[in-house]
């Protein structure tokens, strides 16, 4: 069974500290991507990866950095976390090509007060 | 890129079909569309895709345009279970990769 684990459920943070937020994949797929949820807005793409060591900004990277070291693991890093970072984070893993679907994670629920 | 354009919310009751519609008029040629539903608390679970051909699994059928500027998800005989926000997304190509990027999605509430 394929699977897309991020390492936590629920998250507090408080503002100004750098959170980690990680996501490991098992299904060997070249794409992994970091997505952001709140009412309202839907998901929007943070950044994505194609590649080991590889990355491109999605449509709101601002406040965000992240970590391909090994193909298996994408690292969304908050520099130094906002109130407004508060939301649902969710990663997603695919393989390259077109016709292939993509698989998600549970989601992680950041809170930083 | 390729935006999709859906109604904010749907309602259907059980047992009958629910018609998605999704607008995409701006999709390239080699550009798939995918469908995507969400339950409330849980990641994203993929349904089902196609490029041109009308596409049916044992989840949904999907039914593309011949000019393929919008497509029809089809979820034969609704169920309760099947409450769900339902995300139409295009595949877009950056700089030779697939991103993949959502809207708003559609808030299907399946009534008894």
């Known amino acids: 069974d394929v699977k897309v684990t991020q390492s936590s459920r629920y998250l507090v943070k408080r503002t100004g500290e750098k959170v980690f937020l990680e996501c490991v994949q098992d299904?060997?797929?070249?794409?992994m991507f970091w997505y952001r949820q709140d009412p309202g807005l839907g998901l929007r793409l943070i950044y994505f990866?194609?590649?080991?060591?590889?990355?491109e900004k999605g449509d709101i990277p601002e406040g965000y950095s992240v970590s391909r070291e090994k193909k298996e693991r994408f690292s969304l890093i908050l520099e130094s976390a906002s109130t407004n970072q508060t939301s649902m984070y969710l990663c997603?893993?695919?393989?390259?090509?077109?016709?292939?679907?993509?698989?998600f994670g549970q989601g992680t629920r950041l809170t930083v007060v | 890129d390729a935006k999709t354009t859906q109604p904010t919310s749907m309602d259907c009751a059980e047992g009958r079909a629910a018609n998605l519609p999704c607008n995409h008029s701006?999709?390239?040629?080699?550009?798939?569309v995918y469908w995507y539903r969400q339950i409330h608390s849980q990641g994203p679970q993929y349904i089902i895709h196609?490029?041109?051909n009308n596409e049916t699994n044992e989840m949904a059928s999907l039914i593309i345009t011949e000019d393929r500027k919008s497509s029809t998800l089809i979820l034969p005989h609704a169920t309760l279970r099947d409450t769900a926000v339902y995300y139409c997304?295009?595949?877009?190509?950056?700089?030779?990769?697939?991103?993949?990027?959502f809207g708003t999605g559609t808030k299907l509430q399946v009534i008894p």
């Open positions: 701006t999709i390239s040629g080699n550009e798939y």
């Open positions: 299904m060997d797929h070249e794409n």
């Open positions: 990866s194609y590649d080991v060591k590889m990355k």
């Open positions: 997304i295009v595949r877009v190509n950056s700089g030779g990769y697939q991103k993949v990027t």
């Open positions: 997603a893993s695919s393989l390259s090509g077109q016709g292939t679907e993509a698989f």
């Open positions: 196609g490029l041109k």
